[in-house]
């Protein structure tokens, strides 16, 4: 599908910027803030379906808890935040979208203490359907070794949904387009399976979901949903530490994320899979869930 570019500073439309409605290409901050300079920003990623974000409340909350983690406050509540979302998604009038609500500190301050800096939320939505590739979902995506490892939850506050975080993640999926492939596998701080750049990993063993502890990553929204419709359909789910080279135990792989939905993994690195029965199920089910 080709997709038409147009930079994302120069849409139509409006963005909800502290709490007012901003015409898209005057949404704007000075370069002097916080945020830019030292990471002082958290942000979100929510699919809009059929005009309603899926687990918006989930979203909110990890939002001004990723704030809380990095040392700030968001002065909204999640259902202010649920307000202003809904809001922004009637006057985009998106009916299968993308949110991204970011929230940052300004420029009172522009050293490394920031303490009362102004906490800036911006939220912005864009028409962004889901699709479905046949040669991908028969082949599923192949992935290489990330050559940057998940920082220890000693190193960094891994549960925030920090821009900071965000930086390791850029480099290994630009390496890994670069060289072919579709994205990279992390490992965690231990040498472990830890997650792709952008979305939480599962693996399926003889039926079995096997899927790493979420404690210095994401625990993903959807990981926990995907992992909620495998009980309900009585699959096993068995959160555990996983060696890379236990991958050659798993017939099946497959990534969660919100923009990622779940996606078929053919190969990581030298292991392959083959998606099948579980990860069909599953995604059949998730595709109905968020559609509900
Ligand atoms: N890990 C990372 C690094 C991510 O960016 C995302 C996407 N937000 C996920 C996991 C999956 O999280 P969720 O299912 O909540 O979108």
Redesign the pocket.
């Known amino acids: 599908m080709a997709e038409e570019f147009i930079p994302f500073d120069k849409r139509e439309g409006f963005i909800w910027y502290n709490g007012e409605l901003v015409p898209w290409p005057d949404a704007k901050t000075h370069i002097l803030n916080h945020g830019l300079h030292y990471a002082s920003c958290v942000f ?2 929510e699919r809009v379906y059929e005009g309603k974000v899926f687990k918006l409340s989930e ?1 909110s909350q ?1 939002l001004k808890d990723s704030a809380n983690l990095i040392g700030f406050d968001i002065p909204y509540s999640v259902e202010e935040i649920n307000e202003f979302t809904n809001l922004i998604i009637k006057t985009q009038n998106i009916t299968d979208g993308y949110v991204r609500p970011v929230a940052w500190l300004g420029s009172e301050r522009m050293k490394i203490y920031a303490k009362g800096n102004t906490v800036h939320l911006a939220i912005a939505t864009w028409e962004w359907p889901a699709y479905f590739s046949e040669e991908l979902y028969e082949k599923g995506i192949r992935l290489c070794w990330a050559k940057w490892k998940r920082p220890s939850p000693e190193t960094a506050p891994t549960a925030s ?1 920090a821009a900071g ?2 930086m390791i ?1 850029t480099m290994s999926k630009q390496i890994a387009t670069d060289d072919g492939y579709d994205d990279a596998m992390m490992l965690d701080y231990q040498g472990n399976i830890a ?6 990993f599962f693996m399926v063993v003889d039926g079995a979901l096997h899927t790493p502890i979420a404690d210095c ?2 625990d ?6 995907v992992i909620d419709i495998a009980k309900e359909n009585g699959i096993e789910v068995i959160e555990r530490r996983i060696k890379p080279e236990e991958l050659s135990q798993g017939q099946e792989a497959f990534l ?5 939905e779940i996606t078929p993994v053919g190969a990581i690195g030298e292991y392959e899979f083959k998606p099948g029965k579980v990860t069909n199920l599953l995604m059949d089910a998730y595709h109905k869930l968020v559609r509900a």
């Open positions: 979100e990623g979203h990890r949904k975080l965000y993640a997650e792709a750049t952008g979305a939480n990553f994401l993903g929204i959807t990981r926990r949903t969660t994320g919100t923009a990622a």
